[in-house]
């Protein structure tokens, strides 16, 4: 399949829905630059929190966005749960949000056309994208889901800790004032909970070239 220059897809969804992995395979599939816009997040609640002597306060949040650099996006410790409740706290920070708006825009601007996976790239970042997919998967499956990827690197964590963070996350996104998370008006929904990885990204794939099609 061929497309235009500056083809963008952006794909927005709650944590642990899938829209990484799924935004990663489009991007190989079709030659497009891959952003993981969550770590824009993930780098400054880091950096907020190191700053901050371990609490997030406000002014520390925004300047760490605003001081943001590429190699900060490959920080140990990103994928960490506490660094991903420090990312949902300082994403309901406006002046953060906008510190990190530019850096969205110009990527998604790149001429070999772009993926960008986030909560607010269909509605904020690139609502002229050419392609918008809101991913889903119920709660309990996305419990599940996180539990066994933090699992990895902390046994002892459970499942009703995942899930309770989940849900506080989930309500801080969607009730914050500044972008919150919901599907564009135009978006094409994807529901993962009852599809394989390999499932998810064939359907994504089939959503594009549908759209593409006309």
Do not use: W
Request: net charge neutral.
């Amino acid at each position: 399949m061929t497309f235009p220059k500056r083809f963008v897809v952006a794909i927005d969804g709650p944590a642990a829905a899938g829209k990484g992995t799924i935004s990663r395979a489009l991007a190989a599939r079709y030659g497009f630059a891959h952003l993981d816009t969550g770590l824009l997040y993930r780098a400054t609640g880091l950096k907020a929190l190191r700053d901050g002597h371990g609490t997030i306060d406000a002014p520390v949040a925004i300047a760490a966005a605003r001081a943001l650099r590429p190699e900060d996006l490959t920080a140990d410790g990103l994928r960490t749960g506490p660094v991903g409740e420090a990312a949902s706290v300082v994403a309901a920070i406006p002046e953060v949000r906008q510190a990190l708006l530019d850096f969205q825009r110009a990527f998604a601007a790149q001429p070999s056309g772009a993926v960008l996976d986030g909560r607010d790239i269909g509605t904020v970042i690139c609502p002229d994208a050419d392609v918008k997919l809101f991913v889903t998967a119920s709660d309990a499956v996305r419990a599940r889901r996180r539990h066994a990827e933090l699992a990895k690197s902390n046994p002892a964590i459970t499942l009703e800790e995942v899930a309770g963070d989940l849900a506080r996350r989930d309500a801080r996104d969607a009730q914050r004032t500044d972008a919150p998370l919901k599907p564009a008006d135009d978006a094409l929904l994807l529901d993962t909970t009852e599809l394989t990885i390999d499932a998810a990204i064939a359907e994504a794939a089939a959503l594009i070239t549908r759209k593409r099609e006309g």
